[in-house]
């Protein structure tokens, strides 16, 4: 590898389920910028059974669309030299399932939640949390371990010097299950230990004959503070070492990167995270994909990944319908249509996953699941982003007057800076203010936020290369991944009638009011920032305080500035014809659609 | 990417058809390579690990953990029946105020803990074997793990199906793949057979079909309102086969009612009194599994099957549209313009033109059709 400090040209790729995808970095000048992307399906499975072909056919691609000669042969020409080679080569990738991973701890609240974030942090699916108190018998977790057969194990419980008997309880019924791996009879499920240190031998006594055991610091060593990084470290390793490694052509791809392959989920959380820190800001993060939808945020400087394994656009949409059910469906779309042939459609879409809308009306449908979708996923995760419970907090006097319990959510959408959204619904919208609307309507965000979209979905190469190269990877964050689509300015607040001013924006010498259930859209274009006064009805807050104003910047986009007036939490009328009305009304005024069926 | 191709569901006249069937742990494969299997011949078998019980010895004897061993009697590794005392207190004055524990199940004593205070006991191993499914010939085992199953046979694959593997004669209970199938269709003489309808299948038909005991049913459609209250709840992701609801379903075109395409109804009609294997399992994810109809040819060697290599889509291709609003229609590719083109989201797409049987010409994205393949 060449040193980091004059890296010409870098090459990452990502590969995915269905889609191996390939970016090529340059330094122009002295910025770093995105020159090419390919893509090529991926060779995980049969006929091809190696991952390293669809590597190397996306390689190919960037070769022929740059001119820059990459491969000799299946071997990567590093370093960089004129129209030649590259200096670095990193990969992610979620092939195969991802990594799906099992967590135990001693209280369900406290350090079995604590492994379950190191895991869900790592990039992993967590199929299940077993708990001392998670009420069931021990012979029904047993049998739970042996059905699931994940991937990987994490075990917890206790604080560094308490009481060990129950983690090594826990133990005894991972040995006691006998589990096994998902990948093949041919090897040790790996489990890692991460509690307290003092149970260290027992757990090896029990545990060390019958799994691949790997022990780490303890990821809760007092009540007040977690420590997730040695765990979800060690869950990456493992990820290559044991679980990558059977699968398909990866050993070979293995040896051509420079640094660890990593989960994608595991990157694009990196990435999230070292966004948030350095523009110090509050980021949520959301990727929609046919199968799954991952959220990513940082609150108070917290790093928090969720992925709702079965909420997603294609392969699990109809679970989105279950979950959900057909009314809340049915709200966001303005027209009326049969039950039965809805429940169908959705159905068809789940049996032949990579079809796509045709019609504006299918088009409706499909963005008003994924509002459902994404709705679900930021529930799901604002219960696991939560502060830590079990904590003892000194109170002032004025504490006493608003008292939050532990664990409350960190989640808040008033002090949410940036949402960032990717995934097909998101980034491949045909209008771009569909995506700010989707976004604006699931997640309810408050107050100013300004939205994004992951354009051609490159932040797990980023990911993956801010841990060897971080300018690189978020000057082209900025430059070239993300496309702004402007702001939102949403004023929280219920007590209004129709027709009354809730907000009043005065930018320049022009004044814009918004009255209690409308919509209005602002041109500001991509690159433009306003100076703006932001000035709420009695009642309602825009970030200072009920009534209080805000004078801020107000960053434009593809779509412009977004005035929300529907008010906080965001309530759809109850009467049909209504509801179907101000749908239309609101489609109108930001030109949603071409036309409304 | 260089072409849009979506790979067709195979429905052959005439193909080899190759089953794994592999144990979940290792154990003994009973056949060897050559070997003639009927669907039942069982192929491989192995012991599960016994369930596992646990006993909070110390709870419940009231003493430390680290005492527990003063206590038992059975050590590691030793055999206990049911209601056999493991544990036991001193007692005062000899047999009163003694407390003893018996072993809940019949088992072994796996584990005894000085740290925890429990005692793990193992149920005796539970037997698991596989059978060969299909009617064929073994051609490769996989050393303590299973077999590969060959046949030839005439094999329709299914869009979407409920229940696992099952058996059963070929039967025909409509006339034409556009006929419903009501319970009216349904009889006692279809006792154990494998039932081709039409066009869509009703709740009430689906349960006259479980209570006469039919093996499967094959049709082109179901509504998911139907599929709901046959089922008693609501399918979440697409992954089937282990539904217990007494018999096999397998939909062939898609939900609501679609018509089976002529050349399935008709592959399958043309079988009746045959023996077939079939098999609803779905799963549409990462390693797509479709659900299954098999029926073995008897005396076919399948020396003269052309091995057709996976292409794109081709002008004159026959194609199947399978999404809303053309959903089901059947027609010719007649232009494939290169060009990405804006249809009515605006979305822009790679698009094609097809004519269907009426003449009529219709533009559509590439991803909403599927190849039929000959």
């Given at each position: 590898m060449n040193t980091k400090k004059d890296l010409k040209r870098i090459l990452a790729t990502d590969c995915g389920s269905t889609t191996t995808k390939a970016i090529l970095i340059e330094k122009k000048g002295e910025e770093y910028r995105l020159v090419v992307r390919g893509e090529a399906p991926t060779?995980?499975?049969?006929?091809?059974?190696?991952?390293t072909k669809g590597v190397l056919n996306a390689i190919r691609e960037v070769e022929e669309l740059t001119g820059v000669e990459i491969l000799d042969g299946e071997k990567i020409i590093k370093p960089a030299q004129d129209k030649r080679g590259v200096d670095i080569y990193v990969s992610t990738s979620s092939a195969g399932g991802g990594l799906q991973m099992m967590v135990a701890g001693v209280v369900k609240q406290m350090t079995a939640e604590s492994a379950a974030r190191a895991a869900l942090g790592a990039?992993?699916?967590?199929?299940d949390v077993i708990a001392t108190n998670d009420k069931r018998m021990d012979h029904e977790r047993i049998e739970l371990i042996r059905r699931l057969r994940p991937d990987m194990i994490l075990l917890s419980g206790g604080v560094d010097g308490g009481t060990i008997s129950h983690v090594v309880h826990l133990a005894e019924l991972i040995a006691a299950a006998e589990p096994k791996p998902r990948f093949g009879t041919g090897y040790d499920l790996p489990v890692i230990y991460a509690g307290n240190k003092d149970a260290r031998e027992e757990i090896k006594k029990i545990l060390e004959k019958k799994s691949a055991l790997s022990i780490v610091d303890n990821l809760r060593p007092v009540l007040e503070r977690e420590n997730l990084k040695p765990a979800r470290d060690k869950i990456h390793d493992l990820f290559m070492e044991h679980v990558m490694a059977h699968a398909p052509g990866y050993r070979k791809l293995m040896t051509w990167t420079d640094v660890p392959i990593m989960p994608t989920p595991g990157a694009v959380g990196l990435l999230i995270e070292t966004v948030a820190r350095k523009e110090n800001i509050e980021v949520l993060g959301v990727d929609i994909g046919g199968a799954t939808t991952d959220i990513f945020s940082v609150f108070q400087g917290v790093f928090n990944r969720t992925v709702s394994a079965n909420l997603g656009m294609s392969y699990s949409i109809s679970n989105v319908l279950a979950e959900t059910g057909i009314p809340n469906i049915m709200r966001w779309v303005p027209f009326t249509i049969d039950e039965v042939e809805l429940r169908n459609r959705i159905r068809n879409k789940m049996i032949r996953p990579t079809t796509i809308p045709q019609t504006l009306e299918e088009l409706m449908i499909e963005q008003a699941i994924a509002r459902e979708a994404l709705r679900l996923a930021l529930l799901q995760h604002k219960e696991m982003a939560v502060g830590l419970k079990g904590v003892q907090q000194e109170r002032t006097i004025s504490d006493a007057f608003a008292q939050t319990a532990t664990g409350e959510t960190l989640v808040n959408m008033m002090t949410l800076n940036l949402v960032v959204g990717s995934g097909g619904a998101l980034s491949h919208a045909p209008r771009r203010v569909q995506s700010a609307l989707m976004m604006i309507d699931a997640f309810e965000v408050q107050g100013i936020t300004r939205l994004a979209v992951d354009s051609i979905f490159m932040m797990p190469h980023l990911g993956v290369l801010s841990t060897v190269h971080e300018r690189s990877a978020t000057e082209v964050f900025e430059k070239d991944c993300l496309i702004r689509l402007g702001t939102s300015i949403v004023p929280v607040g219920t007590?209004?009638?129709?027709?009354?001013?809730?907000v009043t924006v005065n930018i320049g010498d022009k004044t814009y009011q918004v009255k209690y259930g409308e919509m209005k859209l602002i041109q500001l274009g991509l690159g433009e920032t306003v100076e703006a006064e932001i000035i709420p009805a009695k009642g309602f807050d825009v970030g200072a305080g009920k009534g209080k104003p805000v004078t801020t910047k107000l960053e434009g986009g593809v779509v412009g500035v977004i005035i929300d007036g529907r008010g906080r939490p965001l309530t759809l009328p109850e009467d049909h014809g209504k509801r179907i009305a101000k749908l239309k009304e609101w489609f109108t005024e930001l030109d949603v659609y071409p036309s409304i069926p | 990417m260089a072409h849009a191709y979506t790979p067709g569901l195979k429905v052959t006249k005439k193909t080899i058809v190759r089953k794994e069937r592999k144990l979940p742990l290792k154990g003994n494969v009973l056949v060897k390579v050559g070997d003639e299997v009927e669907p039942d011949t069982i192929v491989a078998k192995t012991e599960l690990p016994g369930d596992v019980q646990t006993i909070n010895l110390a709870g419940k004897l009231g003493i430390m953990p680290d005492e527990v061993k003063d206590f038992i009697l059975k050590k590691e590794g030793d055999p206990v029946e049911k209601d056999e005392v493991i544990a036991e207190t001193k007692g005062l004055f000899g047999r009163f105020l003694k407390t003893q524990i018996k072993s809940p199940v019949k088992g072994t004593i796996e584990t005894v803990s000085p740290i925890t205070g429990q005692l793990i006991i193992r149920e005796p191993p539970i037997p698991v074997q596989i059978d060969a499914y299909i009617k064929g010939k073994i051609v490769e085992v996989i050393e303590n793990e299973g077999v590969i199953v060959e046949t030839v046979a005439t094999f329709v694959q299914g869009i979407f199906g409920i229940g696992g593997e099952t058996k059963g004669v070929i039967r025909r209970i409509v006339d034409k793949p556009s006929d419903p199938v009501t319970p009216d269709v349904i009889d006692d003489s279809l006792k154990g057979a494998i039932g081709i309808g039409g066009s869509i299948v009703t709740k009430e038909a689906l349960d006259k079909a479980v209570k006469v005991g039919m093996s499967a049913l094959v049709v082109g459609g179901i509504d998911d309102m139907d599929l709901k209250k046959f089922l008693g709840y609501e399918i979440g992701v697409a992954i089937t086969g282990n539904e217990q609801k007494g018999i096999t379903l397998i939909i062939t075109e898609g939900f609501g009612k679609m018509n089976m395409s002529n050349k399935a109804f008709k592959l399958l009609t043309d079988s009746e009194g045959k023996h077939a294997s079939v098999n609803g399992a779905t799963q549409i994810r990462a390693g797509v599994m479709r659900p299954e109809v098999i029926i073995p040819l008897e005396g076919e060697t399948g020396e003269d099957i052309e091995i057709k290599e996976a292409r794109g889509l081709e002008v004159g291709d026959l194609v199947r549209i399978i999404r809303a609003p053309y959903f089901g229609y059947i027609g010719k590719v007649v232009e494939l313009p290169p060009e990405l083109q804006k249809i009515e989201t605006e979305a822009k797409v790679r698009v094609l033109v097809v004519e269907t049987d009426n003449g009529e010409r219709i533009t559509l994205p590439r991803a909403n059709v599927e190849i039929i393949e000959e």
């Open positions: 060779t995980v499975e049969a006929p091809f059974e190696d991952v990039g992993a699916i967590v199929m007590s209004a009638k129709e027709g009354q001013v809730v | -």
